[in-house]
């Protein structure tokens, strides 16, 4: 038999390659009452929208210099994807986002640093976002300026806003992480504006802010509209 005979064989009965994954255990402790919580705290939100709202908070940071990919190409060509930096000097820029949980708005805030002070101007940003939410909960991982003194001092001044703290090393259950992946893939991956650091910057803040109002798409993407846990948490009863 040929290979080709083998692979039609293999494909009759249903059978093929499949690229491999990795599975990723969190070493928290309080894994399990830690993901409870946080599922406790999605139902309360979908039981009462606006009066209670659920954003999942994260960081990222981009460079000046494109990040290498795959991209489509004729067979065997003469140049392959380029991630071109065009001898400039690379710089690093930083990013604070939230995503609404319920609607996918996106908030966000840049800068060169985002540390405590950065995080404190955030939570001042999402409390004047949502006026009218009596709770805020704000889902975050366990960065240490997350839990930094200051910025916990700082939250004082905003008692509606409530942390909840996913457990250590568990970004598959902070959906945001993937809107970072979207942002990669769309605008970071072989771009051209290795020379061009503001129009860079500006096509970074303009896909973010196409979510400025929600988004059905982007909840979509994420996966909090799909069958995984989080997106039952938002279906189930508190």
């Known amino acids: 038999m040929t290979l080709g005979g083998v692979w039609r064989a293999?494909?009759?009965?249903?059978?093929?390659?499949?690229?491999?994954?990795?599975?990723?255990?969190?070493?928290?402790p309080d894994y399990?009452?830690?993901?409870?919580?946080?599922?406790?705290?999605?139902?309360?939100?979908?039981?009462?929208?606006?009066?209670?709202?659920?954003v999942f908070l994260d960081e990222m940071?981009?460079?000046?210099?494109?990040?290498?990919a795959c991209d489509w190409t004729s067979h065997a060509p003469d140049v392959?994807?380029?991630?071109?930096?065009?001898?400039?000097?690379?710089?690093?820029?930083?990013?604070?986002?939230?995503?609404?949980?319920?609607?996918?708005?996106?908030?966000?805030?840049e800068d060169y640093i985002v540390g405590r002070a950065k995080v404190i101007k955030f939570y001042e940003q999402l409390s004047l976002a949502y006026p009218d939410a009596e709770r805020l909960l704000v889902v975050q991982d366990n960065w240490s300026i997350h839990r930094h003194d200051d910025?916990?001092?700082?939250?004082?001044?905003?008692?509606?806003?409530?942390?909840?703290?996913?457990?250590?090393?568990?970004?598959?259950?902070?959906?945001?992480?993937?809107?970072?992946r979207w942002l990669r893939q769309d605008v970071l991956k072989l771009h051209r504006l290795a020379g061009d650091w503001a129009n860079l910057r500006g096509r970074v803040n303009q896909f973010l802010g196409q979510f400025a109002?929600?988004?059905h798409a982007l909840l979509q993407y994420v996966g909090l509209l799909g069958q995984g846990k989080l997106a039952q948490a938002l279906r189930s009863p508190p």
């Open 10 to 28: 293999l494909d009759r009965c249903r059978v093929g390659l499949r690229s491999g994954v990795v599975q990723q255990y969190s070493p928290d």
């Open 32 to 54: 399990v009452a830690k993901q409870n919580h946080l599922s406790k705290c999605m139902s309360k939100a979908a039981a009462a929208p606006g009066r209670v709202t659920l």
């Open 61 to 68: 940071g981009y460079s000046r210099w494109p990040e290498p």
């Open 80 to 109: 392959p994807p380029l991630a071109d930096r065009l001898r400039s000097p690379n710089r690093l820029w930083r990013i604070i986002g939230a995503m609404n949980a319920l609607t996918g708005r996106v908030d966000f805030l």
């Open 151 to 180: 910025v916990m001092a700082a939250l004082a001044r905003w008692p509606r806003i409530e942390p909840v703290w996913l457990p250590t090393y568990a970004p598959w259950l902070n959906p945001i992480e993937k809107l970072r």
């Open 213 to 215: 109002t929600g988004s």
